[in-house]
């Protein structure tokens, strides 16, 4: 069978564009015969993202940028798509997709954060998204608060100048030079005084050699007699040990116990309470027992008197006493 010409030109320029299409996709990151699986992110700002830019996990490109487009629901925010043509990497469904700068010139990546919590993703999932900041804003991060301390830095400078200025006026100028001035005489005078000094010991060499010999006998008696002073360190510390055994505390307890008991049977003297304190307070006591003390001397003096009427002796037995008796009646 003859292929016409026409044919053959048509089958040659279908290849052509064939190549074209597939050689422009390979030159964008595209495999035309190599599946992927999509993805989706929403960004309020993508920062200079592109279709075609590569995504990337742990500096290995995986995948690249396939659309960017608004939001449909007018809210002003960006659906980023993006393949994954390593079937071999799995992720989480929570992991972050964050857009990075992936170079000194500011060529934006898509950069994946695996997760370990969620679910294994799909595709057609819709992943978290984030942006870094460019170079520019961490550069200023880094620079404002050195910014903000050079300028605290240099007020603080302009008000020390100030202060400098309004303090070393001409009279606190001319009150520094007086006063160095007294420094000196102050330097001058103590100088003389330490030659003074130096006179003075020079002169009392032979007094202080005599009160330096007074303090080495001194600590020679005290060697000496060291066996005899810890004798009586010992004998102290032995006393110290017998007051601190004795029962100091219990002998003061029983004293004011005893104080007490006896200064509360001096207020029921007082108060008239008991023999003494009727003794004391209680006249007619008193001279009931006054009376009764003249009564007995009184006794006592007709018993000196008149023994007969009190002892009666009797050789004969109770018979004759009865007899007498009787006799005397």
Do not use: C
Not at 196 to 223: M, P, R, W
Not at 274 to 290: A, F, V
């Amino acid at each position: 069978m003859k292929v016409s010409r026409e044919i053959k030109i048509g089958v040659v320029v279908l290849l052509s564009l064939a190549l074209f299409v597939w050689g422009f996709n390979f030159l964008k990151g595209t495999d035309l015969f190599k599946r992927s699986n999509e993805f989706f992110v929403v960004y309020n700002n993508v920062d200079g993202l592109s279709v075609n830019n590569p995504v990337e996990v742990n500096g290995l490109s995986i995948g690249t940028v396939k659309d960017i487009y608004l939001h449909p629901d007018g809210s002003g925010k960006i659906i980023v798509k993006f393949a994954i043509t390593n079937k071999d990497f799995k992720f989480k469904n929570q992991s972050i997709v964050k857009i990075v700068s992936s170079d000194l010139l500011g060529t934006k990546a898509v950069q994946i954060f695996p997760s370990k919590e969620g679910k294994e993703a799909v595709p057609g999932d819709t992943l978290p998204g984030e942006v870094q900041g460019s170079l520019q804003d961490e550069v200023n991060k880094t620079i404002l608060p050195l910014k903000t301390k050079a300028e605290q830095l240099l007020s603080s400078v302009d008000s020390v100048i100030v202060i400098f200025q309004s303090v070393f006026n001409d009279e606190t100028r001319d009150d520094l030079r007086r006063s160095f001035s007294n420094i000196a005489n102050t330097i001058q005078t103590l100088s003389h005084t330490t030659a003074e000094f130096d006179t003075l010991i020079t002169g009392q060499k032979s007094h202080l050699a005599s009160i330096i010999t007074n303090v080495d006998d001194i600590t020679k008696n005290i060697k000496d007699n060291n066996a005899k002073l810890n004798l009586i360190i010992d004998n102290i510390a032995m006393v110290s040990d017998s007051l601190v055994k004795a029962n100091i505390v219990g002998t003061i307890n029983n004293i004011n116990k005893s104080m007490n008991d006896f200064a509360e049977i001096t207020k029921k003297i007082n108060e008239g309470k008991g023999s003494m304190g009727m003794l004391i307070n209680n006249d007619s006591l008193y001279n009931e027992l006054n009376g009764s003390a003249k009564s007995l001397n009184i006794l006592i003096q007709d018993l000196n008197e008149n023994p007969e009427r009190y002892v009666h002796f009797s050789v004969f037995g109770r018979k004759a006493k009865k007899d007498k008796a009787k006799k005397v009646e």
